[in-house]
């Protein structure tokens, strides 16, 4: 053939090309790496951020706090309670002679309250707490460490069972088509139109307010968006001839869904992965903005952004809270941005 | 030359984005000539065509293009808007998107009417009726208030045409005019605008790829290859005496018959035998009825067919007439009335069965589009592998490799079975046309198919591609003794490959038979008309 030469340059599927033309995109790519970080830094935020000590040398004994509660009779104290590693006492018995301890960057947890601080709570920054306290006397650092990796973790999980849960769906509507169609359609027409801030406040009321339900409820509407751009995706593959050719081979519909259809399909889902993440930060930041997200004491931006709004002269609250929102859901977004521009097909041959 | 040049274009040049795809051609048009410019796609025809009157979006043109002694590439938009529809009209190759859906054709004749000739709104009306009259489309009063879909494909060029004909310009431009229609319809729209030719006196510049055409309409012919114009001159030298080699190629791309003639022993058991075949879609009926039950089209009005062992039937007809779904119930892929037999085996019994898996091995297809036919996200090796993973499941991944190598070699994609593993791992959007197509016919070879079904395998490619491919599937034929039941709307290509033809028209075999017969001696007043717009 007279393109044999063709044949020496190297290739490259679909998706390679797609991730090249991502890179391309600068903004985009430094937004991936720089969130990537941030999610796996904050996936160690007890290395980071924590008010016991990593490791403690005391008396020739080497103790891990970290992972294992000691008494506080253990370091010379009085009573058998766990130890206040903040409490001045511990810390001098902690370091005193050849004893050494090694502390987090900031040593504080997110629901560490400094009952020692020099200065009445809310505290501005100070050398003690870089970012200053809340309220409660809590570290504000730590709490938006923790309060983070709980909202991307929470991002998370929310986009992966609605896009697990939107593709099936969306797959079966569109690979069957005319009545599992017209069903499906009919149903989500109904379950759409289900009021959603209604539910998430009466089952907030009914039952105790967990992590889990919040998912759970969010998941049951944040699929439907996702099953139309699929199902419509497999309405228009389904009819392609390599299709059809997979049918005349003999393959069975499963086979036909999943070699040959869904790798197809997955572009929207793909693009809409950053947007769709970014959407349930925001939900879940204005859920406990609200008061109906998490159960009190998990650490949250949006239980932040409320006392920001409580004690406005407390400004490094609302402040850092916002900083690290804005952060998270432009990075979000710049991704986004490169990833639509990656997989657009007109621009696919570039 | 006595006649005034009337178009006369030096050294085009056309790029995108820095890269030079017209490297600076010459022609010229009297008033009143035809020129026809051929060439394959990716040529530049079109693109040297339109870029005159800047119709090319993100084109940088440069050259001179003098229309009456005014550079038409110097000229400012505003001016050039004035020449657009005016002096120079352009009819497009397909009129459902070049024609505006929300506006009947009487109104977008009437705007150029009152745009460009400056007649008041009664006027037009009256002047558009002409027109489309003269354009011989029937009760013009009426088709006037008809939107373009509720056009056949024929009208709605007639339409175009007459909207471009409203300014009466000098010079039309036809970008592949007929190339969305049908055949026996070509031949009419080509004579349509030769007569209109001659009654204006305008010129007109065709851009085809259609050899046929060109020898049937123009006066001269200028021939591009890859951005150059490689040869020009009046139609009867070009085609008596071709100088270059690219020329020649093309005229000696007609597709020529090679085929092996088998004698089939009057007891062999046919491959494929239909009788009373009939398909059917369900279609919505109109308004409340609709919400009950379903309507019917009927695709296939009872068909009998018979296709013997190592032989081809050719399915002839245009679109629309069921020559397709015949191609979709033979793989099974459809539901059907009447019998429908592989190799002695019911279809519809070896599904009830549950059998119809082996059934699929002996029958594989071929489809038009060598774009979708692909899927876009499998490697080569997935693609043609995959009949193996179905129906061999037994062979080793190191077994199947070598199978797809050896079916790669067989339609020529790879020269030498020993170096084709550096193939395997490339996907579709690498290879050119022909030769998605020659892996389409290695993916249906593979599992050792005993009838293929061809759905118009070569109408995408181009002429000198189509050739090949089309020996390829004579030279399979020969060497494997397949059948092939080929479904095409081309005459040349029933010509080279068929045995036996069968005419459809509307669902219906009008004609069947051994192919000389059919095609020499056509009884059916359709298939005459279908042979003669071939010649």
């Known amino acids: 053939m007279s393109n044999s030469t063709e044949a020496a340059a190297p290739s490259r599927s679909p998706g390679a090309r797609a991730w090249r033309r991502f890179k391309r995109n600068r903004l985009g790519y430094w937004s991936l790496l720089i969130f990537f970080v941030l999610v796996v830094g904050s996936l160690f935020a007890e290395l980071l951020s924590n008010d016991r000590p990593l490791i403690v040398r005391y008396e020739g004994n080497t103790y891990f706090p970290l992972v294992k509660d000691y008494a506080e009779t253990v370091f010379g104290g009085d009573f058998a309670t766990p130890a206040d590693y903040l409490d001045p006492f511990i810390r001098e018995q902690i370091t005193r002679g050849d004893n050494w301890a090694l502390y987090a960057p900031n040593p504080y947890g997110a629901q560490t309250i400094n009952y020692f601080a020099k200065a009445p709570n809310p505290s501005a920054p100070t050398w003690d707490n870089w970012l200053g306290t809340d309220d409660r006397g809590r570290d504000l650092l730590a709490q938006l460490i923790y ?48 009021p959603e801030l209604y539910l998430l406040i009466i089952f907030s009321a ?65 693009t809409f992965l950053p947007f769709r993440m970014s959407a349930a930060i925001l939900a879940l930041t204005s859920l406990d903005f609200l008061g109906l997200g998490v159960p009190p004491g998990t650490p949250s931006l949006g239980e932040l952004l409320n006392q920001g709004k409580g004690s406005i002269d407390a400004w490094w609250i609302s402040l850092s809270t916002f900083a690290v929102l804005v952060i998270t859901l432009l990075l979000l977004t710049f991704m986004g941005d490169a990833l639509r521009d990656a997989l657009d097909p007109r621009k696919a041959d570039q | 030359m006595t006649a005034p040049m009337l178009l006369e274009v030096s050294d085009l040049r056309v790029a995108f984005g820095g890269q030079e795809v017209v490297h600076g051609i010459n022609f010229s048009i009297q008033a009143g000539e035809k020129l026809a410019l051929v060439g394959e796609s990716g040529s530049g025809k079109t693109v040297s065509a339109l870029s005159l009157l800047r119709l090319v979006h993100n084109a940088e043109v440069s050259g001179r293009a003098l229309l009456l002694g005014r550079d038409l590439l110097a000229l400012s938009e505003h001016q050039l808007r004035g020449v657009r529809g005016d002096e120079v009209a352009v009819v497009f190759q397909e009129p459902m998107s070049a024609l505006n859906p929300l506006y009947t054709v009487g109104d977008q004749i009437r705007e150029v009417l009152q745009l460009k000739k400056g007649l008041t709104p009664r006027q037009a009306v009256a002047a558009s009726h002409e027109l489309l009259a003269s354009t011989g489309i029937p009760e013009p009063a009426r088709r006037a208030n008809a939107f373009p879909h509720q056009l056949s494909g024929g009208q709605r060029q007639r339409a175009m045409i007459a909207m471009a004909l409203a300014s009466a310009p000098k010079l039309l431009l036809a970008d592949e005019p007929t190339t969305a229609l049908d055949v026996t319809l070509r031949v009419q729209i080509l004579d349509l605008l030769a007569d209109l030719q001659r009654q204006h006196g305008m010129a007109v510049l065709l851009i085809t790829h259609d050899l046929n055409l060109v020898r049937r309409f123009a006066d001269r012919v200028a021939v591009m290859e890859r951005g150059h114009l490689v040869e020009q001159g009046g139609v009867g030298d070009v085609f008596a005496a071709p100088q270059h ?6 005229l000696a791309s007609k597709p020529e018959r090679d085929v092996a003639e088998p004698v089939v022993p009057a007891d062999a058991a046919p491959v494929l035998k239909s009788q009373r075949l009939r398909v059917s879609y369900p279609v919505r009926l109109p308004g409340f009825k609709g919400w009950f039950r379903k309507g019917e089209f009927v695709a296939v009005k009872g068909a009998d067919m018979v296709v013997a062992p190592g032989q ?3 399915v002839i007809g245009e679109s629309g007439s069921g020559k397709s779904t015949l191609a979709l119930a033979a793989l099974g892929l459809m539901p059907h009335q009447g019998s429908l037999q592989i190799d002695g085996t019911d279809w519809a019994q070896a599904k009830k069965a549950g059998r119809d898996r082996a059934l699929r091995q002996r029958i594989q297809v071929v489809f038009q589009d060598p774009f979708s036919s692909l899927s876009p996200r499998m490697t080569i090796e997935q693609i043609v592998g995959e009949g193996l993973q179905v129906h061999q499941p037994a062979l080793s991944v190191a077994q199947r490799r070598e199978r797809v190598v050896t079916a790669l070699a067989d339609v020529g994609l790879v020269d030498d079975p020993g170096r084709g593993g550096d193939w395997l791992q490339r996907y579709p959007h690498e290879f050119s046309g022909g030769q998605r197509q020659r892996l389409a016919i290695a993916r249906a070879l593979i599992v050792d198919p005993q009838l293929l079904v061809l759905d118009e395998p070569t109408s995408a490619l181009d002429v000198t591609v189509q050739k090949q491919v089309l020996s390829l599937l004579q030279r399979l034929q020969r060497e494997r003794g397949l059948s092939y039941l080929l479904i095409t709307h081309d005459v040349d290509v029933i010509h080279a490959m068929a045995h036996e033809v069968m005419v459809m028209k509307d669902g219906e075999v009008v004609e069947s038979g051994p192919v000389e017969r059919v095609l020499q001696a056509p009884e059916h007043p359709y298939t005459r008309a279908l042979v003669q717009a071939a010649v």
């Open chain 2, 312 to 314: 081809t039937l050719g």
């Open chain 2, 245 to 250: 080699p690219y020329t020649r190629k093309l």
């Open chain 1, 147 to 194: 309060g983070f990796r709980v909202s991307v973790l929470f991002a998370l999980a929310l986009t992966a069972i609605g896009v697990v849960l939107g593709v099936i769906t969306g797959a079966i509507q569109g690979f069957f088509g005319g009545k599992t169609d017209l069903a499906f359609q009919r149903f989500i027409e109904i379950w759409g139109s289900m």
């Open chain 1, 206 to 270: 009914v039952f105790s307010p967990s992590v889990g339900l919040l998912l759970i409820l969010l998941s049951l509407f944040g699929w439907m968006g996702l099953s139309d751009y699929v199902r419509a995706e497999f309405l228009r593959n389904r009819q392609l001839d390599y299709v059809r050719a997979a049918r005349a081979m003999g393959l069975s519909n499963a086979q036909i869904i999943w070699r040959h259809i869904l790798p197809n399909s997955l572009t929207p889902v793909v």
